[in-house]
């Protein structure tokens, strides 16, 4: 049971390189998330899409960029990586049919990333 | 806007030690409230879930029960175990659609043997 699946799972970069950070899932779910996790300060929503083809920001989208390819894939683009994002980023999936049950979240096992 | 507050940690107990987690929220709703945990090296992963007040989630001999005229939804556990050793989140959801979770920033629990 594969679930979601994050790639990479560590990364270091430079100030000012660009990278991907992918996330699939395989459960059918409309819902999928971007957060990065801090010490001291939990989990922090960066983008989310409710659904395939929308997309929208959360409590710290500066500095990113997302894409929902199609249902089972959402992308998080760092297009000049700053020493402020580095992290650990968690993918997560929700199914979405309004029975309020979309809001057991599934999560990826999560990206480090340095940024040097 | 909304919101989730836990206790700070870390939280150091013997093995068989009662736990208990305090956390409070504010929100503007009736929302639906989560405890997850996060295991070493692991996402996140659902633990319980209360939906209205008064409602008692359990999983795994943790237990928290929705208290609105307190606006909590505290974890408790009677007797701990080593393997109980990982973070948790407090987070609220309000109905109805795709509202993301709101997390609260999370408790490490360490039990010793």
């Known amino acids: 049971n594969a679930g979601v699946t994050q790639t990479p799972k560590f990364q270091v970069l430079k100030t000012g390189q660009s990278m991907t950070l992918q996330c699939a899932q395989d459960m059918n779910h409309n819902s999928m998330y971007w957060y990065r996790q801090d010490p001291g300060m939990g989990l922090r929503l960066i983008y989310y899409?409710?659904?395939?083809?929308?997309?929208d920001k959360g409590e710290v989208p500066n500095g990113y960029n997302v894409s929902r390819l199609n249902k089972r894939e959402f992308s998080l683009r760092l297009e000049s990586a700053a020493p402020s994002q580095t992290s650990v980023y968690f993918c997560a999936s929700s199914s979405s049919a309004g029975t309020g049950e979309n809001e057991k979240l599934f999560f990826g096992s999560g990206t480090q990333l340095s940024v040097l | 806007g909304d919101s989730v507050t836990q206790m700070e940690g870390p939280v150091t107990l013997s093995e068989e030690a009662c736990l208990t987690i305090n956390c409070t929220y504010t929100a503007t709703g009736y929302p639906s409230l989560f405890w997850y945990v996060q295991y070493p090296g692991e996402g996140l992963q659902l633990l319980l879930k209360?939906?209205?007040?008064?409602d008692k989630g359990s999983n795994k001999g943790f237990e928290a029960t929705y208290r609105k005229e307190t606006t909590s939804f505290h974890l408790e556990k009677g007797s701990v175990q080593v393997s109980d050793s990982a973070v948790y989140f407090c987070a609220l959801s309000l109905l109805p659609g795709n509202t993301p979770l709101v997390f609260g920033k999370g408790t490490r629990l360490s039990v010793i043997a």
């Open positions: 899409s409710a659904s395939e083809g929308t997309t």
């Open positions: 209360a939906t209205k007040a008064d």
